[in-house]
């Protein structure tokens, strides 16, 4: 079965805690995305790789990282820098020439306590 | 970042009636799409739309790219129960290769049997 698998679906991070949101694909894709999810506000950008060792800031990249180390798997973390973690986060991932057709994961709710 | 303007909100509906959501833009693009995310799952693609005035059918749906190529229409004809999720309006602001979406704040739409 193909697809993008997310872990854990839901996550709880204390004050000051740094978290790692998984992400891992087997549909071959160059490209994966990171988005962030609020109710009333859509799907906002967050980090974007279209290629192994190589990402590039969204629209809201402050108080995340990620890295792009294996083709396959492209982990988002939650630092403390970022302020108002609680969303929810979905993985996407996309061939490089039709990026528009993104297949996303299932998502991690992530909760601070 | 770009900006959708997505309307309406929100819709509650009876089984087997015509739904109508639109997006539109302050910008001119290329390409528009219309994505739906059912509960606790990530979006799905319904639609993509590559050409001023293009209308594209996927089965009781039905989205157009508006002539200015500021906006785009989504229909569902007939709806039934399992059409219940968050309907969103993206455009691909990055070009073909990039993948870089924006996405509108999504329509949520509640059909009752």
């Known amino acids: 079965d193909g697809g993008i698998t997310q872990s854990p679906k839901y996550l709880f991070r204390k004050e000051g805690q740094n978290v790692t949101l998984s992400c891992e694909q087997n549909l071959n894709h160059d490209a994966m995305y990171w988005y962030r999810q609020d109710p009333g506000q859509g799907l906002r950008l967050i980090y974007y790789s279209q290629i192994v060792n190589d990402f590039q800031k969204g629209d809201i990249a402050e108080g995340y990282s990620v890295s792009r180390e294996k083709k396959e798997s492209f982990p988002l973390t939650v630092t403390s820098a970022q302020k108002n973690p609680t969303a929810f986060y979905l993985c996407a991932s996309s061939d490089r020439v039709r990026g528009e057709t993104q297949y996303f994961g299932p998502g991690t709710r992530l909760l601070v306590l | 970042g770009q900006q959708l303007n997505q309307s309406p909100q929100s819709m509650f509906i009876q089984e087997g009636e015509d739904v109508s959501m639109n997006c539109t833009s302050s910008?001119?693009?290329?390409?528009w799409l219309w994505y739906k995310q059912e509960p606790g799952e990530g979006p799905v693609l319904l639609i993509a739309?590559?050409?001023?005035?293009e209308l594209t059918s996927n089965g009781r749906l039905t989205a157009q790219f508006g002539i200015t190529r500021k906006d785009s229409f989504l229909n569902i004809s007939a709806s039934i129960p399992s059409d219940v999720g968050i309907y969103f309006c993206a455009i691909n602001a990055g070009g073909t290769s990039y993948g870089k979406l924006t996405f509108g704040q999504g329509t949520i739409l509640t059909v009752h049997p």
């Open positions: 739309l590559y050409k001023a005035g």
């Open positions: 910008s001119i693009f290329n390409t």
